[in-house]
Every structure is written in structure tokens, then in C-alpha cells.
């Protein structure tokens, strides 16, 4: 089951490429509907999310029962500058983030699935249930994507 969730994660960030690179560079920036995010907005949300959670992994492989900090997505764009970030950087950041934990997850012992960090919100998380989330919340993000491109 662990090389089928490593797989599912790899395959979504495949995707995620796929559909990134689908949209020409004029459209990145702009925002198909009022108040909505753009598609460079969902690719700078996506390297941060992904910074996020490969630290989380990585914790949860060395410490024994790490804290997982939830963050605040909201105060993002702003704090951390989307509409002036370069959305190639990020989807660089996006694909290197992935490419190394794909590795690393891939070659974790079967045991490694069990370990578990103990977020503030939902209480204890296991590695496996924290790479689905990540693999869920890439996929969640592709048909944002879909839904951009469609209403461009």
C-alpha cells in the first residue's frame, strides 16, 4: 500500500505539471472570476503548501511524535507576496519538493507508514495519512486549475 500512495502522490504532481504548463504565460496572471484566485495565486499557494508539508514528513520520519503546525493559507498572498512571486520559480520549487520526497517515501521501511505526528487540530496523524492529504490537496488544486482555464 505505501509504493501505491508514493505513486498516487508522484502521478498528481505529474498532473499538476501538465496542467501548469497547458496555460500560456499571458493567462497566469489573470483571474477568470471576481475574487477568485488566479493560476499563478494557485501555483504560489501550492510551493508553499508543499514546503509545508515535506517538512511535516520529514518530521514525522526523524521525531518521535513531532508537532504538526497548522498554517493560515488566508494571510498568505499577502504576507508572502503572490502577485509579485515569479509562478515558474514556484512550480520549480513545486516539482524539486516533490521529486525528493517521492524518493525519500519510497524508500521509507513499511513500519515508517505507522509513525505518527500529532497535529494541533486533528490529533494523531500517521506518515500515510498525511501523504494522502498532500497527494488529495494537489489533486483539489488541479481542478481549480481545470475550473481557471475553462472560465479564462
Not at 488566479?38 to 504560489?44: G, K, P, W
Not at 520526497?101 to 490529533?123: A, F, M, P, T
Request: proline share 2%; aromatic share 6%; net charge negative.
Amino acid at each position: 500500500m505505501s509504493q501505491e500512495i508514493v505513486g498516487t502522490y508522484i502521478a498528481n504532481c505529474a498532473a499538476f505539471e501538465n496542467v501548469v504548463r497547458s496555460i500560456g504565460a499571458n493567462d497566469l496572471s489573470r483571474i477568470a472570476k471576481e475574487g477568485e484566485w488566479s493560476a499563478a495565486f494557485v501555483i504560489h499557494h501550492m510551493a508553499d503548501a508543499d514546503m509545508h508539508f515535506a517538512t511535516r514528513f520529514l518530521h514525522i520520519l526523524t521525531v518521535d511524535k513531532p508537532a504538526i503546525v497548522p498554517f493560515d493559507e488566508d494571510v498568505y498572498p499577502d504576507r508572502l507576496k503572490y502577485s509579485a512571486r515569479d509562478a515558474h520559480d514556484s512550480l520549480a520549487s513545486i516539482l524539486g519538493l516533490h521529486k525528493v520526497i517521492g524518493n525519500i517515501l519510497s524508500l521509507v521501511d513499511d513500519s515508517d507508514w505507522k509513525r505518527v505526528g500529532i497535529h494541533s487540530e486533528k490529533g494523531e496523524v500517521t506518515l500515510a495519512e498525511v501523504l494522502t492529504l498532500a497527494s488529495n490537496h494537489t489533486k483539489s488544486h488541479i481542478g481549480q486549475l481545470q475550473e481557471i482555464i475553462s472560465n479564462l
